[in-house]
């Protein structure tokens, strides 16, 4: 099987993909998935905001406060910075 042709099948496994996130390590793998995607993936925050857009950088740290992912939304040119932590 090609690359593409695996790259074909992950989008659509993740694609309408709602991840349950109980734990730390859950959400750290979720957001994993979500920079690997290399497409538009919807982030739910515990405000209720949600955020469309392009992840294309996570910043781990000891934490979930301390953590973040970098995510372009579709609506703006604007970089975001998001918590692990304020994400639902």
Not at 46 to 68: H, Q
Request: no cysteine.
């Amino acid at each position: 099987m090609s690359t593409q042709e695996m790259d074909t099948m992950t989008r659509e496994t993740l694609q309408g993909w709602v991840p349950a996130l109980a734990a730390e390590s859950e959400l750290s793998a979720a957001l994993e998935q979500a920079f690997d995607y290399r497409g538009d993936v919807t982030i739910t925050l515990k405000s209720g905001e949600s955020i469309v857009g392009y992840v294309f950088d996570r910043r781990p740290g000891k934490s979930l406060a301390d953590s973040y992912v970098r995510i372009l939304p579709q609506e703006s040119h604007e970089k975001r910075d998001i918590a692990y932590a304020d994400i639902a």
